[in-house]
């Protein structure tokens, strides 16, 4: 049975459960999962909601390339990968990376790989909006993920 691969960019509250009822399957063992989530500080500054933004068609290609990264690196079932755009507050969730196998061993891997693939080749950026007024700042996706992905 072939497997799936969900990807989406929205700007819609991401759903866990739904995407946590997606991947699973009679004959996966585990589903990770990693939830990416806004912070209220970045380097002692107040933050108080980031916007995203991203190049749509382009950033669902790459989540599927992603996906098919995943499929050969690790033995994983069924994967989903979604990203908010827009405005995304302090607590709420940007993005969620759910992956089922057979043992918890590949999708906790596939998961680590995914999150860092995803901020490192995915064309979505951020914009950090701070308390006190400040002008906001365009942020990296991604410090340090080359060294990440090459270490897999």
């Known amino acids: 049975m072939a497997g799936i691969d969900y990807v989406t960019v929205t700007s819609d509250v991401l759903d866990l459960a739904a995407l946590t009822d997606m991947v699973g399957r009679e004959d996966a063992g585990a589903i990770s999962t990693f939830i990416g989530t806004t912070r209220n500080s970045?380097?002692?500054?107040?933050?108080?909601?980031?916007?995203?933004?991203?190049?749509?068609?382009?950033?669902?290609?790459?989540?599927?390339?992603?996906?098919?990264?995943?499929?050969e690196k690790f033995s994983v079932i069924n994967i989903a990968i979604a990203h908010r755009i827009g405005v995304v507050p302090v607590r709420e969730t940007s993005v969620i990376i759910a992956v089922s196998s057979a043992h918890r061993i590949d999708s906790l891997q596939a998961v680590h790989y995914g999150i860092d693939a995803v901020k490192e080749l995915v064309p979505i950026w951020k914009k950090e909006f701070y308390a006190d007024g400040s002008v906001p700042e365009w942020k990296e996706n991604c410090e340090g993920c080359t060294r990440t992905l090459n270490a897999h």
């Open 42 to 71: 970045f380097k002692g500054r107040e933050v108080v909601r980031l916007e995203y933004e991203a190049y749509g068609t382009m950033a669902e290609k790459q989540m599927k390339i992603i996906c098919a990264t995943l499929r």
